[in-house]
């Protein structure tokens, strides 16, 4: 699915990858990742970390750097990427929010399960287990023009409180409490 749906740097790196690196967050402690679906059938996903702004540093050193030497193995293989990556690494130091200590990363349904509510229940889970890993409040970006999550994370109560250029883009960034104050 991130392959497919999420825009950006790291479906570049390739599947295999991809799939390191979901299962090395998965293994750390403040890595939340839900699915969503019926039976074995998976229709959407999320991901989430905390503390906020760590989440690429845990996962080069938990990975015994084995994510680090794919990464540095395609950049040998794409040098001309090198930019790309490098902004990416400093995309947490970027979009730093005093007291914001847990972050959203990812999110994408299957055409199918979008419009259906499966979006509020994938963020609302996502930030109640991130509040009970200690986080308060919960930043996450998305690109200015990508009309879904900004509809979302505006429903939900995400607060709109800058901006930031990635990857030449423009992207909000929203901030809100972990438990949704009402
Ligand atoms: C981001 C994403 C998960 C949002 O999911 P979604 O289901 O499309 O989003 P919403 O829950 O806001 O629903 C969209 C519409 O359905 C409506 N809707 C939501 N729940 C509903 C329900 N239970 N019944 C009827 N309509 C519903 C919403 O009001 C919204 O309507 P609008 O467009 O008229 O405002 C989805 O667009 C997606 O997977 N995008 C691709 C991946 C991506 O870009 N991810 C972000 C970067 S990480």
Do not use: W
């Amino acid at each position: 699915m991130h392959c497919r749906y999420i825009p950006g740097y790291l479906r570049n790196i390739g599947p295999k990858f991809l799939e390191k690196f979901y299962k090395n967050f998965m293994a750390l402690p403040g890595g939340v990742i839900l699915v969503s679906g019926e039976g074995e059938e998976i229709s959407g996903y999320i991901a989430g970390y905390t503390p906020a702004d760590s989440l690429f540093m845990s996962l080069a050193r938990e990975s015994r750097l084995s994510l680090v030497f794919s990464v540095l193995f395609h950049i040998l293989l794409n040098p001309g990427e090198t930019g790309e990556l490098l902004e990416l690494a400093r995309y947490g130091g970027r979009v730093k929010v005093p007291g914001v200590d847990g972050e959203l990363f990812f999110i994408a349904l299957e055409p199918p399960a979008r419009k259906s509510g499966a979006a509020d229940q994938l963020v609302e889970e996502a930030c109640k287990i991130l509040a009970e890993k200690g986080a308060k409040k919960i930043k996450v970006s998305a690109d200015k023009e990508n009309r879904g999550p900004n509809i979302l994370l505006e429903r939900l109560g995400f607060e709109p409180v800058g901006e930031f250029p990635f990857r030449g883009r423009p992207q909000n960034l929203y901030v809100r409490t972990a438990i949704r104050n009402r």
